[in-house]
């Protein structure tokens, strides 16, 4: 006869006091053997029949379980919801060999935080900080209403800081502290008044933008980049080398020979979850980079100064990559790619016959893998006098590996 699978509950505390927890979940812990959790959780159970027990990570958790047979069931308190940004998934995927999991939903941050300031939530942006890199930027930019949470561990530094970085200093901030707790606080700031004391500790901040961006496939025009006098792939050929790259949600892109920025900028814009590392020999164009970079509210792109393949030895293995000047290090730098990740994607352009052959013996060598080879020309209309006339750029090879 099988012996029955001992229960865990994985309890969703809410705000961590126990009037905001459901009743499910009060009933739930009052028939467990032991509650274990982080010590604020767990205080308010202490004078129950229950042991409580301050362990939060999953394997202390694991092998308290074991080495205690005679608790039937446990329960593990946890913030907000079980669903949300929790602990629960790795505590689940650590105890459901051997133990019966349930979860119990509770009531998250931003669900309280929406209520107290009587706004809905289901539109909006949700970011976690905690113990996370993320690019919260580019959500405030392109959404209504962004949820952060910050959860302690100086996840709340620079808020205020980057969002006077990137001209966002209108939108508002509202910051809710120590929710459910006799000194819970809810008050906003302008963008621009923030201050980086104001956002420490266990918080979460709803940041209202009311001049949001509206436009889904983001192109940038030629003449919104800043310039100087460093070379800059052009709008139509940027186009469609973003559109050979593919990339995906999470892309990791090095952009070498970046220049000015354009397609690193422009990479970016694509999606929150990209990042990219514009790769820049000349020191003008690093400046221009992240002034770019910094006008177009692109966070996720990082200037690298240096020459490539060098310069690409610390960085972070890519998922793609565009080549949009080799400075003859052609073969180099792909052997550099190839080691970091053998399957990242490789886009570059070729404006002489030279770098075509550079290409073409890659190819052969078997570095580069079998590719789609497009010539493009463009030509763009200009006024002269009363008349019309197109006046052509120089032709340019788009260079992209097949799909494998």
């Not at 308290?64 to 946890?78: M, N, R, S, T």
């Not at 809905?120 to 959404?143: F, K, P, T």
């Not at 709340?156 to 707790?181: A, C, M, P, Q």
Request: include cysteine; charged fraction near 25%.
């Amino acid at each position: 006869m099988c012996e029955a699978k001992r229960i865990v509950y994985l309890v969703g505390a809410g705000m961590g006091t126990p009037g905001g927890m459901t009743q499910e979940a009060k009933e739930a812990l009052e028939g467990c053997g032991c509650i274990l959790g982080a010590k604020r959780l767990t205080a308010p159970f202490e004078e129950g029949g229950a042991p409580c027990h301050a362990l939060y990570e999953p394997e202390k958790i694991r092998a308290y379980l074991d080495g205690h047979p005679e608790v039937i069931k446990a329960g593990i308190v946890l913030s907000g919801d079980t669903g949300f940004y929790s602990g629960a998934k790795k505590l689940e995927e650590a105890l459901s060999d051997g133990y019966e999991i349930r979860r119990i939903p509770g009531i998250s941050s931003v669900v309280y935080l929406a209520a107290a300031l009587h706004v809905s939530w289901e539109d909006a942006a949700l970011v976690s900080l905690h113990g996370r890199r993320q690019n919260w930027i580019y959500e405030v930019v392109h959404n209504a209403r962004t949820f952060l949470l910050l959860g302690g561990n100086r996840a709340g530094e620079r808020i205020g800081e980057k969002l006077r970085h990137y001209g966002l200093g209108d939108v508002t901030v509202f910051v809710g502290k120590n929710f459910s707790y006799p000194d819970e606080k809810i008050f906003s700031r302008k963008g621009s008044e923030l201050s980086e004391e104001e956002t420490e500790g266990l918080c979460v901040l709803c940041i209202e933008n009311p001049g949001w961006e509206r436009h889904t496939a983001i192109h940038v025009p030629d003449g919104a980049f800043l310039r100087g006098s460093v070379p800059m792939t052009k709008e139509e050929v940027r186009t469609v080398c973003i559109a050979k790259l593919r990339l995906t949600k999470d892309a990791v892109l090095y952009d070498v020979g970046a220049g000015t920025g354009s397609v690193s900028v422009e990479a970016a814009l694509q999606g929150g979850g990209i990042r990219v590392y514009a790769v820049e020999k000349n020191p003008e164009g690093v400046d221009l980079i992240r002034r770019n970079a910094q006008k177009f509210r692109t966070d996720a792109v990082q200037a690298v100064e240096g020459n490539a393949p060098e310069a690409l030895e610390q960085l972070e293995a890519p998922t793609h990559v565009f080549i949009g000047g080799s400075s003859g290090n052609l073969k180099e730098i792909i052997r550099t790619v190839r080691a970091k990740n053998e399957k990242a994607r490789i886009v570059l352009t070729a404006i002489s016959l030279d770098t075509m052959a550079e290409v073409m013996d890659a190819v052969k060598t078997g570095l580069l893998r079998e590719p789609e080879i497009v010539q493009m020309s463009v030509a763009k209309s200009r006024k002269l006098g009363a008349h019309h006339m197109m006046t052509g750029q120089n032709p340019i090879y788009i260079v992209s590996e097949a799909e494998g």
